[in-house]
């Protein structure tokens, strides 16, 4: 077919332009599974620990838990994530924890040591610390808990 030369060299762009736009879309694609894969271990580490991980939001509830700290509780992770605080470990327990969290919810770290009892009657003795969590837009939905 006789194209012109500028009409061979607009084709040629074009081409040039859709293979860019195709290495992109494979390093994104490479990019996504990389974060995937590190988001993987990242839980299996988290898992592996025995340090008890929690992350609750401003209405103190459960959104992120570690096994471990399920199986302290003696619960499923399913049978947690999304209640209360208070709901998991009582309300005993929670207004001892309730200052700690909202100091931390303000946006300050805060420590907590103590012994700990349970619905079922178990005490054990924690250290808590708890950490702001910000959003990438500098919100704080919520507070971290690394529990040992």
Known sequence: MGETPSERAALLAELEALRSHSQELEQRLKF???AQVSLQRYARMISCTSDFFVF???S??????NKPYADFLGLQQQDI????MDEVVGA?????????????LAGE??????????????ERYLHVRYYPF?????????VIANIR
């Open 32 to 34: 996504s599974t990389d």
């Open 134 to 142: 910000c959003d990438v837009d500098g919100k704080e939905p919520g």
């Open 60 to 65: 103190y509830r459960y959104q992120v838990i």
């Open 81 to 84: 994530l999304g209640k209360r």
């Open 92 to 104: 005993e327990v929670f207004e001892k924890l309730k200052p700690y969290l909202d100091t931390c």
């Open 109 to 122: 770290p805060a420590d907590y040591e103590d012994w700990c009892r349970l619905p079922d009657g178990r």
């Open 56 to 58: 609750v939001d401003r």
